[in-house]
Nanobody, 121 residues
């Protein structure tokens, strides 16, 4: 059974740092592109970051570039999202996702249930 479990969310102040984790099981983690997405209240889910099978290719949305760092540990089947200098607009539910080729719009994507990040001023 495929499982993706995000953790590490919580309430932080603007300017703080936070590290999200996504532990996975039930599929060959090293064969999947891993992504992070977020959905704020009243908004559509949006792409945050993704990295390739061995982490050699990394993508970030413009809104988080320079502040967030995505990484993965294939031995632990876990991906991470280090969030630095958190801003109020980063408040959202954060989801991790897995797809063989980083194609996030179709049905062949595994999704976690999300972890909530709240930001206070």
């Amino acid at each position: 059974q495929v499982q993706l479990a995000e953790s590490g969310g919580g309430l932080v102040q603007e300017g703080d740092s936070l590290r999200l984790s996504c532990a996975t099981s039930g599929f060959d983690f090293s064969d999947y592109v891993m992504g992070w997405f977020r959905q704020a209240v009243g908004k559509d889910r949006e792409f945050v970051a993704a990295l390739s099978w061995r982490g050699g290719t990394i993508y970030y949305s413009d809104s988080v570039k320079g502040r967030f760092t995505v990484s993965r540990d294939n031995d632990k089947a876990t991906t991470y999202l280090q969030m630095n200098n958190v801003k109020h607009e980063d408040a959202a539910v954060y989801y991790c996702a897995a797809n063989h080729f980083g194609e996030w719009g179709g049905d062949n994507v595994y999704w976690g249930k999300g972890t909530l990040v709240s930001v206070s001023s």
